[in-house]
């Protein structure tokens, strides 16, 4: 195991632990945002909810963020509106980032699936290029997944 997946598989008991029995996605967004920025320390990590045709700031850790995202816009948008996970390494290079942060370097945004649709995402964003790879995607997907029994599914 490297170091990164160490890290991961403690957050994982962490996470597991914080959420055992809880229901509601705020205090689940809250705890999990939490528990990866203190592991990690990246510069952003937060979620987004499918709030009717936008997504909606949610629970975070980090600088202030902007609180609406159209379907298909910027990284989040495009993950909402491909329903999967994007991985990206240089923000400057994706048409249409919103910069909500000048520090935001590299990001990953992991979508929230209930029921066949999108209710909410995860994004974490680094002050550094190229953070984020598959290991990443496959251990965050692991810590969201199954906490979401009160989120309502985007039903478009
Ligand atoms: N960079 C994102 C916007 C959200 S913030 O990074 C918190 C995007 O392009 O969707």
């Not at 990866?36 to 949610?58: D, Q, T």
């Not at 990206?88 to 929230?112: M, N």
């Not at 290991?135 to 199954?146: A, C, K, N, P, Q």
Request: glycine content about 8%; aromatic content about 8%; overall charge negative.
């Amino acid at each position: 195991m490297t170091e990164k997946e160490q890290k991961y598989a403690e957050l994982l008991q962490e996470v597991e632990a914080l959420t055992d029995g809880e229901s509601d996605e705020i205090a689940n967004m809250a705890n999990i945002s939490a528990a990866i920025h203190a592991k990690f320390g990246f510069h952003w990590v937060g979620f987004y909810r499918v709030c009717g045709e936008e997504l909606v700031l949610g629970p975070f850790q980090g600088p202030v963020a902007c609180t609406r995202i159209r379907y298909g816009r910027g990284v989040c948008g495009t993950a909402w509106k491909e329903m999967r996970t994007l991985i990206v390494p240089d923000v400057e290079q994706f048409p249409g980032h919103i910069a909500c942060s000048a520090l935001s370097r590299s990001e990953i945004v992991v979508p929230i699936i209930r029921e066949g649709a999108m209710v909410a995402e995860l994004d974490i964003d680094s002050a550094e290029l190229n953070t984020f790879d598959a290991v990443d995607e496959s251990w965050l997907t692991r810590l969201i997944t199954g906490k979401w029994q009160s989120c309502r599914p985007d039903k478009r």
